[in-house]
């Protein structure tokens, strides 16, 4: 096995001012009515479940209801692993390592506090489980990126 010394490519931590001005949100991945949600709501398209800002850091509490593993997938830009159940992550999820764009919850994982911030591109875009049956059984919300208020 091969090891890699340093950073492949070494990005700076989190700055203390856009953790302290980050808006806080939740999420809930849970069953309900025999199918698969968010914040109890299932998967429409047509309306955001929620609606970020161009730029602004957000903190969210991914949290997962019952006794069921989430690979939580968020689409346009990357994450990063603030807390897993309170505590710091493990080394490979931590802040100034890694940036991912999918995070397991529930089962035996717990649930995790992230940080993002959706730099680039305005619109209408999507957050779901990976578990293709979740997807598939509406647990997807759609999230709007809209510009700062000038």
């Known amino acids: 096995m091969r090891h890699v010394n340093g950073d492949l490519r070494p990005f700076a931590p989190i700055s203390a001012a856009d953790l302290a001005a980050a808006t806080h949100k ?7 009515d025999g199918a698969w949600a968010i914040n109890g709501q299932f998967a429409d398209l047509e ?5 970020s800002t161009e730029g602004n850091g957000e903190i969210w509490h991914l949290d997962s209801g019952g006794g069921w593993a989430h690979p939580v997938h968020i689409h346009l830009e990357y994450m990063r692993v603030l807390r897993r159940d309170g505590k710091l992550p493990p080394p490979n999820e931590r802040d100034e390592r890694a940036k991912k764009d999918t995070v397991v919850i529930g089962a035996g994982f717990g649930n995790v506090d992230i940080f993002i911030k959706f730099r680039d591109y305005l619109g209408p875009f999507v957050f779901h489980c990976h578990n293709i049956e979740h997807e598939d059984m509406r ?8 510009p700062p208020k000038t």
């Open 26 to 32: 939740e999420f809930k991945f849970e069953r309900t």
């Open 139 to 146: 647990m997807m919300a759609r999230m709007d990126i809209v």
């Open 47 to 51: 309306h955001p479940l929620t609606t």
